[in-house]
């Protein structure tokens, strides 16, 4: 059985016809992108700012670098000017940080709105993409959110918490001026 009708199947089954999975098969793979990493900001919300956010610590970026030391300078013959002995060196290793860990807040589905035919919705989304491989069930389990993290990771939002942003991209939610 090819791909495609592997895909039909898959989206009939879900109840998302065929016309949905040919294109979705058209289309061919989502391109990966950084679509998720302007959606984050360092600041938590403010007192009556509206929607719901989320907040994520992003861990601290440390750089390694190596540097070689001079140990004991060369040593020349003084009537030929050549080496008699060479220079020793030896590796330094030290780390730094680059970036220092830091919170990261993003606008977020409000708790009310994750009922479980969303959540249902949300895992189907998921599964077409070849993320999520448990059941429909419509609980916000382990799995649905490491299919999350799966998804908006390579978008540059390393997070298990759905994003606005990540729902309106599958097309769980419409896409609003409001909304970053």
């Known amino acids: 059985m090819t791909i495609s ?47 719901c956010f989320a907040r994520q610590t ?9 540097e070689q030391e001079l140990v004991s300078p060369e ?21 730094r940080i680059v970036e220092g860990r830091a919170d990261m807040w993003f606008p977020a589905p409000c708790p009310e709105a994750m009922s479980a035919e969303f959540v249902a919705s949300l895992q189907r989304a998921l599964q077409v993409r070849g993320l999520y491989a448990g059941p429909v069930n419509g609980v916000l389990d382990i799995p649905t959110h490491a299919a999350i993290r799966a998804y908006q990771a390579p978008r540059g939002l390393a ?22």
Do not use: N
């Open 5 to 51: 009708a592997r895909l039909i199947l898959l989206c009939c089954a879900l109840g998302l016809g065929p016309a949905v999975a040919r294109a979705a098969d058209a289309a061919g793979p989502e391109p990966v992108e950084q679509s998720l990493a302007g959606e984050w900001r360092d600041t938590p919300p403010q007192p009556g700012e509206a929607g």
């Open 159 to 180: 997070s298990a918490t759905l994003s606005i942003r990540a729902a309106q991209e599958m097309g769980l939610l419409p896409w609003l001026e409001d909304v970053k």
């Open 75 to 95: 040593v020349r013959d003084r009537a030929t000017g050549q080496v008699t002995r060479p220079a020793t060196y030896r590796s330094a290793t030290h780390q």
């Open 58 to 66: 992003r861990p601290a970026v440390i750089e390694t670098v190596t």
